[in-house]
């Protein structure tokens, strides 16, 4: 049975009826056909198909570390980012952000919305989780854990595609983490501190991207070189 909102949105919004069918998707991404067999008040009860892998799910998990933007750039990269397949969005605080934050629990809960809303839209089957902001050497130190922690930086030559080649040729799961700056980008020293954590310093081309236009290039590089756009 569904409950709440997603109950709501299904009987009253979606207008659904007894007989309809619906995917629900569980929270380890397996997907189910249901069959609605009741709408009560606060409620929707289904009859369910067999459990599959959700086909929408990227087989490379991408986690996108966001350096802090101003105004409502952040709700954006969080809308495509879910579209394009992204597993978790990361922001973070580096020297040239130019947005201070504030009132940080209340948008974090209009980021876990919108992560919802997309990913319902586009069909994925998971929603990724929201979380905290972290300062720059705590972002590096989670994607040192990573198979493939990169940097993409406006002064870099190095193409994506040999990187993630190379990657993939090691024959284990591939887990990519990419830091995109913000509005300011990053100093020499930043840059000097991801190399240290293990960051391949990667470029997206010669032109200057705006910050809420570089995660999208660089996840689209990303799914596109790792076979997730086929």
Not at 144 to 167: D, H, M, S, W
């Amino acid at each position: 049975a569904l409950t709440g909102p997603d109950a709501h949105h299904l009987a009253h919004v979606m207008r659904a009826k007894i007989g309809d069918t619906v995917l629900l998707c569980a929270p380890d991404a397996t997907e189910y056909t249901g069959t609605i067999t009741a709408i009560e008040p606060g409620r929707v009860s289904f009859t369910v198909s067999e459990g599959l892998p959700s086909t929408a799910e990227p087989r490379t998990e991408v986690t996108l570390f966001v350096g802090y933007p101003k105004q409502g750039k952040l709700e954006d990269v969080i809308r495509h980012s879910v579209e394009l397949g992204v597993s978790e969005v990361v922001p973070f605080f580096s020297r040239y952000c130019v947005a201070a934050p504030k009132k940080e629990d209340a948008k974090n809960e209009r980021y876990r919305r919108i992560a919802a809303e997309a990913a319902k839209q586009c069909g994925r089957g998971v929603v990724p989780p929201g979380l905290p902001l972290l300062e720059l050497p705590q972002a590096l130190e989670q994607m040192q854990r990573t198979g493939c922690p990169i940097l993409f930086y406006e002064n870099a030559t190095a193409p994506a595609k040999q990187v993630i080649a190379k990657a993939r040729e090691s024959g284990k799961e591939l887990e990519i983490a990419v830091l995109i700056g913000a509005e300011g980008g990053f100093d020499e020293d930043e840059v000097a501190l991801a190399m240290e954590h293990g960051c391949h310093i990667l470029s997206l081309g010669k032109r200057i991207l705006r910050c809420e236009t570089a995660p999208l290039a660089a996840l689209t590089i990303l799914m596109y070189e790792t076979g997730n756009m086929e």
